[in-house]
């Protein structure tokens, strides 16, 4: 099976407006945070952030398939000692926008960076929420099982036998449930925690995420010959992590140094060059890689 990469160069609310609708079955992405990446990105203040997205998830909602899913990592930033809202506020207008906020995954940096502030302890955190456009999407949850390990052992072990099969909860306690079910298996569902550690001194990129992060949620949404798509592609994570996973994949990039640093590790079998057009493409010559 060929799997194909394709990379651009621009503005994604100019360059997804090209994306066919209902073409791509995963968005996941991490887009500057609010007043970060200034010498980047420019930084886009936290009073202004979800005027700036909006244009952009509407564009996502439009491309992505009715059985897709939308992955966006994000985190609020502290404005004068207070937590910004604008993340909230994000959430709802997205909403309003079509989108349904279906879960919230939560990433814990496993080696945070140590810090000290006057009224709060160290981040070792980050959001990674979840969207849909439909309420019945592809999601293959055996593909991140995880092992067992000694939990039955340790959990069940002074259950009784009334306890091991005892009806589910008709309260929605969640206590009650038939433990029985999990006494004899090998792997469990994991939680919405992933335990990941950051990547450290990397020099491609101020804020790259570790491989482990779009891999884990590739693995729970798609499967082999499905398309991934990277709005703010940066250092080209998930698209590399795509492609050793035989995803077909599209990056879009308005940094040249990044898209560049992208190209240049990856091995194209055909280069188009596409004819400048207007505004930014005058400057720069739109080129797009394609893999296999």
């Known amino acids: 099976m060929e799997v194909r990469t394709d990379i651009y160069l621009g503005d994604c609310r100019n360059e997804l407006k090209k994306l066919p609708d209902d073409s791509i079955d995963l968005i996941f992405t991490s887009p500057p945070y609010a007043d970060q990446r200034k010498t980047t990105y420019g930084g886009i203040p936290p009073n202004k952030y979800v005027d700036w997205f909006l244009p952009i998830s509407e564009q996502l909602l439009r491309v992505l398939k009715p059985t897709g899913s939308f992955v966006l990592n994000i985190k609020e930033r502290v404005v004068k000692g207070e937590r910004s809202t604008y993340v909230m506020e994000l959430i709802i207008e997205m909403r309003k926008q079509g989108w349904l906020w279906t879960e919230e995954y939560i990433w814990h940096k496993k080696n945070s960076y140590p810090g000290k502030w006057p009224n709060r302890f160290r981040d070792s ?37 009334t306890d091991k099969s005892r009806d589910e909860s008709r309260v929605g306690s969640g206590f009650g449930k038939n433990i029985s079910n999990w006494l004899n298996r090998d792997m469990a569902y994991p939680t919405n925690v992933i335990h990941l550690a950051t990547e450290c001194n990397n020099k491609n990129h101020s804020a790259a995420f570790p491989e482990g992060l779009p891999e884990w949620f590739i693995k729970l949404f798609t499967k082999e010959g499905d398309t991934v798509l990277d709005p703010f592609m940066g250092s080209g994570t998930t698209n590399f992590v795509a492609k050793r996973m035989r995803r077909n994949s599209i990056g879009i990039e308005i940094v040249p140094e990044y898209y560049e640093m992208v190209k240049s590790k990856i091995q194209p079998v055909e280069l188009y060059l596409l004819e400048p057009k207007t505004g930014y493409e005058k400057d720069q010559s739109k080129r797009r890689i394609a893999l296999r």
């Open 125 to 161: 955190w980050e959001r990674l929420l979840h969207f849909n456009k439909a309420k019945s999407f592809n999601m293959y949850q055996e593909e991140v099982m995880v092992p067992m390990g000694d939990w039955a052992k340790t959990r069940l072990k002074k259950l009784s036998d």
